[in-house]
């Protein structure tokens, strides 16, 4: 049993100590234990996720007409910086229960910064343990990696940590130097990803062109995550 669901499991035995085991998911011994936070359905990860033509500052979201971003045809080489490039199904030995994908732009900017932003829920805690998957991936990958696509590489040539915001029960940010398909000039894009509880809030920014955008934008981030914080508080 991994470390963390021992913890779990010991913490929740402590507080049945009344004999109250209402509530409780029962182990393979018969014992009570801890039920880990349910994961959110997709309908209630909608509710919390930024809607169609929703405003953002400056910026306006929208849903993706073509299918999520970043989805299984993404993989990475070394196998371990996976994590990096996609956290969708099969991405980390743990599949998300239920996904929500947004894009956040300017439309009148084609060339403009461009933020992705996926909220995943997930079963039995796993939530904590993709972030966990997740770092041990930043750390490892830092002097590079190849991302992987269909018809396309892209060398990732450095991975940084870069800041990360305050809010969620744990968060991680990272920033990627990547050669351009030719060869020649060096891109930017910054990956930021916040956990609360069984769900994770993903938002990965990029620009087309050389130009470090310097992080993913506050308010974008801000605004998803009171959203999400608010609809989860209703039952979202």
Known sequence: MAPLLVAVVLSGVAACGSGDDKGKEKKADGKPTASAPKALTEAQLKAAS?????????YTASEYTL???LGEDYTADPDTCQPLVSL????????PAAEVNRQVDVPD?????????QLRSYANGEAAA??????TAGTRCAGGFTEERAIAKAKYLKVEPAKAPAF????????FTILDVKGKLKLYEYLTVVRSGSST????AEIIGTK???GVPEEVMKAQWEKFRAGSNTGA
């Open 201 to 204: 809030l993903s938002f990965r």
């Open 168 to 175: 969620g029960d744990e968060a991680k940010a990272f920033r």
């Open 50 to 58: 930024f809607t169609d033509g929703e405003k953002v500052g400056s």
């Open 109 to 117: 900017e084609m060339a403009g910064l461009s933020v992705a932003v």
């Open 212 to 214: 470090d955008i310097g």
């Open 67 to 69: 299918g999520a971003p």
């Open 88 to 95: 969708a199904k099969g991405a980390t030995g743990h599949d």
């Open 130 to 135: 993709v972030m966990k998957v997740l770092g």
